[in-house]
């Protein structure tokens, strides 16, 4: 009997990951001119003459030309030596090359072994180029007086290894389905109930709503749904502005915050304020608690002196716990809870919510040291 890779008689989903290594190098070169050749031929075997500090990679370097050699073994031969010239905690790694500035330039950096570098340490070519070889190649210039020799240097950074995004062959976009359920809004087609809200009328459908609202789900599958049948298929809906229950719509189709309205600069802010009001006290009773969790998120925002009295009621007539909470905090202020007391706002906490203001009291009591 055949069995599936899997067993399940189903393929197997690939899984992949990638990664990436990285090295971070800094380079740069320095030039050394030496004039008057022969007058530093009388330096003894073993010492040097060096180039003027130079940087390079972010680390300070001189060159070491010693023109009788690096040691007795080399004596015969022109040594060159790089060396770091600062004091460190951490070694210092680098790959460099010193050749005549005349001589072809072959890229081989890369290929140079990587060298560490401690304090004050030196690395470089004691056999350079043989003195004899030398004196007699192209490389003197202005009659055998002078030549020069270029070093340079890449410093290899700190390693580090991170994962990489897998490749991608099929790009998806993102969803638009709240553009085509808003376009079926608009274009109410296919609309199977009706809403009369302050005499204006709003077709859509019921699944869509029933889907998104356990409330409207209990009115157009419930004892409702004969009732709005008797009546023409029109529902009339009270206590409910039409812009709100339009903005209520929109949401339900699209799941995003109804754009609010900008026809007077400056106005808008005020506007969304209002609009978030109203929305939260629908949202509320359709049981739509992302909408009103939005509105929420949208009141925190504008409470201030003249309007914390207000949205605190709100808040506290709808259970908004994270806005009660914004709305304590801002009270918890003297200076803020003085400003709103020259104000009717604590008599309007007074008169319409006494046990909100009884429990703003102990929360202030108890920020009490």
């Not at 899984?15 to 004039?35: C, D, E, N, P, V």
């Amino acid at each position: 009997m055949a069995t599936s890779a899997a067993g399940t008689g189903g393929k197997r989903k690939r899984s992949g990951s990638s990664s990436a290594i990285f090295a971070a190098t800094a380079s740069g070169y320095h030039i050394l001119k030496i004039h008057g050749y022969a007058g530093t031929k009388g330096t003894p075997t073993g010492e040097y003459l060096k180039s003027h500090p130079f940087t390079a990679g972010g680390h300070c370097w001189t060159i070491r030309y010693y023109p009788n050699g690096y040691s007795s073994q080399s004596s015969d031969h022109i040594s060159f030596f790089l060396h770091l010239d600062e004091s460190i905690a951490k070694a210092v790694k680098a790959q460099y090359q010193i050749r005549f500035v005349d001589q072809e330039e072959k890229n081989l950096l890369t290929s140079e072994p990587v060298t560490s570098f401690a304090n004050q340490t030196s690395s470089g070519y004691a056999k350079f180029i043989k003195r004899e070889e030398f004196e007699k190649s192209e490389h003197l210039k202005d009659d055998g007086s002078s030549f020069a020799v270029r070093c340079d240097i890449v410093v290899i950074g700190d390693v580090r290894v991170e994962a990489t995004a897998a490749p991608v062959y099929v790009a998806v976009p993102a969803s638009d389905l709240h553009q085509h359920l808003g376009d079926l809004l608009r274009a109410e087609k296919g609309a199977d109930v009706v809403f009369d809200v302050g005499g204006r009328t709003f077709a859509a459908h019921r699944c869509v709503l029933a889907a998104r609202s356990p409330v409207f789900r209990a009115e157009l599958f419930g004892a409702m749904k004969e009732s709005d049948a008797a009546s023409g298929g029109v529902i009339r809906v009270d206590d409910m502005e039409a812009r709100v229950f339009s903005g209520l719509l929109h949401f339900v189709y699209t799941d995003m915050f109804p754009e609010t309205s900008k026809e007077v600069e400056g106005e808008e802010e005020e506007e969304e304020d209002v609009v978030a009001q109203h929305l939260l006290v629908a949202a509320d009773r359709y049981g739509m608690e992302r909408l009103k969790l939005m509105c929420e998120d949208k009141l925190c925002k504008y409470i201030d002196v003249g309007t914390v009295a207000a949205i605190l009621t709100l808040a506290d007539q709808h259970h908004c716990h994270g806005l009660k909470k914004a709305c304590f905090e801002f009270l918890s202020s003297a200076a803020n809870l003085r400003a709103v007391a020259a104000t009717d706002g604590l008599k309007h906490l007074t008169s319409s919510c006494p046990s909100v203001l009884e429990e703003f009291l102990v929360t202030l009591g108890n920020l009490v040291p």
